[in-house]
């Protein structure tokens, strides 16, 4: 089969005679319609990170796709969804409903060979079905640029009505985490230093937005309410984390959803006196992909804006550089003619 595998860190070669995947017992093959390009995949690709499985291996978490070998649940043209990460069931993580920090956790593209491929193989229990209403294309974001967000608005931050609410960087993922703030009821302010990406971020329901290239961001706060109850670093940068504590209000909370594995610089007192948190999040739980699809079925969220480009599996590179420099929102590459 066709695949784009990362050969070294930097390479995505493109692979004509991959061999296709071989389902085993519990697993299903599904040829793959749309993978998201991430940002995760950017940090593999430019220097790597710690639990990365050493190249070669097809990166690509975040798919949508038809079932092509029949499985106990699913079978051959099923349309589904793909988590981009697999979990034991045993560990006390899941056994207490924390499967997204699964301690034996399997990540598509990470530990396991990923999406940008024509097939891909999955465990059958882990798969979800996309309803039909869901297009496959809308779908590979509904995986992680959605489901994300909803863990950490919802589950970690607990965002409630009326709270304000910042939001630091709006692409990829962060612009869904300004779509889940409005939708759990708070008042957001968007943060970019794109201008076009704070025009969606208006359009999605932020009622402020601020790109703290054209003003300093502690000006912007004294002149616009000040400090917030909730604030999202979807960035990943040491500075942009600093700004974002700096940005809460007495009992504030700060939810890290941005990688990085750079120090950062942060004065306790303020935690300790005003009763501050600090806390991250990472993915989202199996029992809210449903919730998920439902409030994308029911048009509370809106998914066909974020898709940049659709490009072919060889182009992918392009695709990337694209990401790299900041010029989309949510690339998709489209493997096999479906
Ligand atoms: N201030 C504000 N916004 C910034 C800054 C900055 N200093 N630097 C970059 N940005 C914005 C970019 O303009 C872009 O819109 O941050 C956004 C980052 O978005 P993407 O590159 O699309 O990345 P995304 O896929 O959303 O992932 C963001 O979340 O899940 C993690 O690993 C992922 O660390 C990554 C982060």
Do not use: W
């Not at 608005?153 to 409630?160: D, L, P, S």
């Not at 630091?168 to 869904?176: A, M, T």
């Not at 500075?239 to 004065?267: H, P």
């Not at 300790?272 to 969220?301: A, H, N, T, W, Y």
């Amino acid at each position: 089969m066709k695949a784009a595998v990362l050969t070294e860190q930097g390479k995505i070669k493109i692979d004509e005679n991959y061999p296709a995947p071989i389902p085993e017992d519990g697993e299903i093959l599904v040829k793959v319609a749309a993978c998201g390009v991430c940002h995760t995949d950017l940090h593999y690709i430019d220097h790597g990170v710690p639990t990365f499985k050493k190249p070669p291996v097809i990166l690509g978490h975040e798919a949508a796709g038809i079932v092509d070998s029949s499985g106990k649940t699913f079978k051959k043209g099923d349309r589904v969804l793909l988590p981009p990460v697999f979990t034991c069931g045993k560990c006390r993580f899941c056994l207490s409903g924390r499967e997204n920090i699964c301690q034996n956790m399997v990540m598509l593209g990470n530990s396991i060979d990923g999406a940008f491929a024509e097939f891909i193989k999955v465990p059958e229990k882990d798969v979800i079905p996309l309803p039909d209403e869901i297009p496959l294309e809308e779908g590979c974001i509904i995986a992680d640029a959605l489901s994300t967000p909803y863990h950490a608005v919802f589950n970690r931050a607990k965002v409630q009505p009326k709270e304000r609410v910042i939001v630091f960087g709006c692409g990829g993922v962060g612009i869904n985490v300004v779509q889940m703030a409005v939708l759990a009821g708070a008042e957001v302010i968007a943060c970019d230093i794109d201008n076009k990406k704070l025009m969606l971020a208006r359009e999605f329901g932020a009622s402020l937005v601020v790109n703290p290239s054209e003003i300093a961001f502690k000006d912007f706060l004294k002149q616009n309410g000040g400090p917030v109850e909730v604030a999202f670093e979807v960035i990943g940068q040491p500075d942009t984390i600093e700004s974002a504590f700096k940005s809460l209000a007495k009992a504030g909370r700060l939810c890290i959803v941005g990688y990085t594995n750079q120090n950062i610089t942060i004065n306790p007192a303020k935690i300790m006196f005003f009763e501050q948190e600090i806390f991250g999040s990472i993915g989202c739980r199996p029992v809210d992909f449903p919730k998920i699809l439902d409030l994308v079925s029911d048009k509370k969220i809106n998914l066909d804006k974020l898709i940049s480009n659709k490009y072919k599996l060889e182009d992918i590179n392009l695709a990337f550089d694209e990401l790299r420099e900041s010029k989309v929102l949510r690339n998709i590459i489209i493997p096999a003619k479906n």
